[in-house]
């Protein structure tokens, strides 16, 4: 269902200037399909647009915002089969995993439709002492202005969406750097916004190389930079950013305690999940494991019996688990840090293969804490696990990294529950799941090398929106 070129999206405009831009399947490693490759002198004239379309967005009414997005709702409902096939070849996630996407990406949309008119405002008592006799308050929040956007590989539908579709929720124009390595989802997003009533100059589309993309950083006129990646990369553009407002989401390494009395069947089918789902590259991935010592051996037995009979293969296949990795490259640097866990004294219980991009779902035991796969995101199925004792010991191995996204807890004791959500340093606890758990309404986002910032549809206005107050003086 891939065509064979696609066309990036100008000022709302569909345009093929070039086929520059070579998709493969991650799968095959064969050429997929082309798109363009925007140069500098196109970045420069979507921004322009953009800025000459913030006050056509600023003015465009909620109820018109929002038959925008449901429109999209339709079309994307529409071509379903479509979005997932492309997903499942560009990046190479299992079909089924594809639909899950494609399934957020309607949900991500739904989702800010019903908030693009919820956008209130508050009336504010200003009479907290005698000088203010006589005068009110009020507060209207205002759409920031022209966005600009950097979305990752691993995601190309839901986390361009998380951008896209609260700026229009918002009345922000905007322009999007997608991946060059999965440019496509985006790309059919914009044929979707194209069909739309939005200003001229409400969105751009744009795959270029990482050296063109410094200006959707470093130009004012973009008012906020929202970028998904690389904590490298990310905190480099933060600090070219200038003035305008920074939101980042960024890697992580993320662990799950699991306390004496959790459900072990349970937790097991979770923690696979978790760890391996799309070849664990996902910045909330299972990759720390830590489990009280009176359960041990209990569950590692189970997990690795349930992560033997994962299946790997082609994802266009309907009951394959693991697909490939993004590249080979990435697949050898993964390989690497696995025999480095080995070599340094960590144990294989599973796994540990590779061909090409295909990575092989590998449990680790033993291996020693400043090892990369502990202490760095490995971003590939790659999970370690390690014995506890102390409820309090395992929330500060937790916290004994620069990352902080999101964390699991499996325990039925409540006083638990409530220590790990005071005392975990991340931006959201999972209890009785695993940290890779997400509904796209919630607050999600991180701390410490995690980011800044919160993504989830009314966090996200919130940030692409300004408040700005209006204060009134009754005649004596």
């Not at 751009?204 to 690389?230: H, M, N, V, W, Y």
């Not at 662990?255 to 996902?282: H, K, N, P, W």
Request: glycine share 8%.
């Amino acid at each position: 269902m891939m065509k064979s070129t696609y066309s990036y999206y100008l000022s709302n405009e569909a345009l093929q200037p070039n086929t520059d831009l070579v998709v493969t399947d991650k799968y095959t490693g064969e050429d997929a399909t082309r798109a363009p490759i925007a140069d500098s002198r196109t970045i420069e004239e979507a921004i322009a647009a953009a800025a000459r379309a913030a006050e056509p967005m600023r003015r465009l009414p909620p109820y018109e915002r929002q038959q925008i997005l449901n429109h999209c709702v339709h079309r994307f409902e529409q071509r379903r089969d479509e979005l997932a096939s492309v997903l499942c070849v560009e990046a190479g996630k299992p079909i089924k995993d594809s639909r899950g996407e494609v399934t957020r990406l309607i949900d991500t949309f739904r989702i800010a439709a019903e908030e693009a008119v919820r956008i209130d405002g508050q009336v504010l008592n200003l009479e907290i002492s005698e000088r203010a006799r006589g005068y009110r308050g009020m507060v209207q929040h205002v759409p920031i202005g022209p966005c600009s956007f950097i979305s990752p590989f691993n995601f190309p539908l839901n986390l361009a969406a998380h951008k896209i579709a609260p700026a229009i929720a918002a009345g922000c124009p905007f322009v999007l750097k997608p991946a060059s390595r999965t440019p496509v989802g985006a790309l059919l997003i914009g044929e979707v916004l194209a069909e739309t009533d939005l200003p001229q100059g409400a969105f751009s589309i744009l795959p270029c190389q990482r050296d063109g993309a410094d200006r959707f950083t470093t130009d004012e006129r973009l008012k906020l930079l929202s970028f998904t990646g690389s904590p490298k990369v990310g905190w480099n553009l933060k600090s070219k950013a200038g003035k305008k407002k920074v939101i980042l989401e960024l890697g992580g390494n993320a662990a799950c305690i699991i306390d004496a009395q959790a459900d072990l069947e349970a937790a097991a089918d979770r923690l696979v999940t978790g760890a391996f789902y799309q070849s664990g590259q996902s910045c909330i991935s299972v990759q720390r494991i830590f489990i009280h010592e009176a359960v041990y051996e209990d569950l590692r037995g189970l997990l690795v019996s349930k992560t033997r009979s994962l299946k790997m293969g082609d994802p266009k296949e309907e009951d394959t688990f693991i697909g490939p990795v993004i590249s080979e490259s990435e697949g050898r640097r993964i390989k690497d840090w696995i025999d480095r866990a080995i070599e340094a004294g960590g144990k294989p219980l599973c796994g540990g293969g590779r061909d090409g991009a295909m990575v092989e779902a590998t449990l680790l035991e033993d291996v020693p804490a400043d090892q990369p796969v502990c202490e760095e995101e490995v971003f590939g199925p790659v999970a370690v696990l390690s014995g506890f004792n102390d409820f309090t010991d395992a929330i500060r191995r937790v916290n004994d990294s620069s990352f902080g996204l999101q964390a699991g807890v499996f325990t039925s004791d409540l006083s638990r529950v409530l220590q790990a959500w005071d005392e975990l340093v991340v931006g959201g606890v999972v209890v009785n799941d695993v940290p890779s758990w997400r509904v796209d309404n919630m607050p999600y986002g991180g701390v410490k090398d995690s980011g800044l910032g919160r993504e989830g549809i009314r966090y996200a206005i919130e940030d692409m929106t300004e408040p700005r107050l209006l204060v009134i003086r009754e005649n004596s």
